[in-house]
């Protein structure tokens, strides 16, 4: 796993609820102002339909399957990238 994206999600997740957080002074109730049900459903629901539209089926899969990468570590071959540099 890749500890710079689980980094990065991390922190920009954490640093979005504790703007919120500081904002309306850490009251729950108050910190619910900015969750509202149907922007949420307008959000999420338009950009998949946006994405289903204008993806073919099997890119959208290849493209889902893909986010995997992010989460694993990368293939090093330090050999064949030397080799390949001298090559060129």
Same mark, same amino acid.
């Given at each position: 796993?890749?500890?710079?994206?689980?980094?990065?999600?991390?922190?920009? &997740?954490?640093?979005? &609820?504790?703007?919120?957080?500081?904002?309306?002074?850490?009251?729950?109730?108050?910190?619910?102002?900015?969750?509202?049900?149907?922007? &949420?459903?307008?959000?999420?629901?338009?950009?998949?339909?946006?994405?289903?539209?204008?993806?073919?089926?099997?890119?959208?899969?290849?493209?889902?399957?893909?986010?995997?990468?992010?989460?694993?570590?990368?293939?090093?071959?330090?050999?064949?990238?030397?080799?390949?540099?001298?090559?060129?």
């Amino acid at each position: 796993m890749d500890l710079g994206s689980v980094l990065g999600a991390t922190f920009s &997740i954490g640093f979005m &609820i504790l703007s919120l957080m500081i904002t309306v002074g850490f009251d729950m109730p108050a910190l619910m102002a900015y969750v509202d049900g149907p922007s &949420i459903l307008i959000t999420f629901g338009g950009s998949i339909g946006s994405i289903l539209w204008g993806l073919p089926l099997d890119r959208l899969i290849t493209g889902l399957k893909s986010i995997t990468l992010t989460f694993t570590p990368p293939k090093l071959d330090p050999k064949g990238a030397i080799a390949n540099i001298i090559q060129l």
